[in-house]
């Protein structure tokens, strides 16, 4: 967990330094840098980092360790918890609640947000929105960031293969996409390489979160 946090708040916090990098008369991110003062971030989380376990928790370690590291107030990290990834109405509120409150970049952390962020990312040109995961991006204001989660999937699986006493292990997946399909394939690759009769059975929750 503490490489996937690590990565998290580098990706995050290189795009901020980059938007409070110089001097500039433009209060757009997308336009020019911007005041560290003056630097407001929305986040979008799939349940409540308050929680203390799970994907949001980890996700939210990321942002803590950004804020410290560019040494942002509490006042400038604006949260929105349990938002449902297939909720589009429920997206759109969070992040225009964000826009409200004068954010100018917006962290989109569940694959089901790509849709509305890229949508609203062309309504407000002036605002970053990032997306943790997904495909889209444009060359102005929407961006993706994504950590190599297949390598750490890999080594899981060497561990999986080592320890297993039946050679069939479960893994538990949520949709058929690239990104989950290339985990399920490193991890296989990892139980392999240490037990090659071992077997991988998958099951889809057909959801991001759900308990």
Sequence with gaps: MR???RVLAVAMA?????????CSTDESPAGGAVDKDKI??????????????????????GIVAMQKELGLRDDQIIRKNSVDDQDPTAIQR?????????????????????DTMES??????????SHGTGYKENDTN????FGRIYQARYLTGLVAGSMTQSNVIGYVAAFPLPEVI???????L??????????????????WYDP
């Excluded at 290339?182 to 296989?188: C, Q």
Aim: glycine share 10%; with cysteine.
């Design 182 to 188: 290339r985990g399920i394939n490193a991890f296989t």
């Design 94 to 114: 969070a992040i225009q609640e964000c826009i409200e409150a004068e954010c100018n970049i917006i962290f989109g952390t569940s694959w089901g947000y790509m």
């Design 3 to 5: 490489k996937w946090v």
């Design 190 to 207: 990892g139980v392999r390489a240490v037990n090659p009769k071992a077997e991988v059975r998958v099951v889809w929750t057909k959801s």
């Design 142 to 145: 929407f961006n993706n960031y």
């Design 40 to 61: 407001k971030v929305g986040v979008i989380h799939l349940s409540d980092p308050g929680e203390g376990s799970g994907y949001s928790y980890t996700h939210d370690q």
């Design 14 to 22: 290189a795009v901020l330094a980059l938007m409070a990098a110089g």
């Design 120 to 129: 609203l990312a062309k309504e407000y040109p002036n605002i970053i929105f």
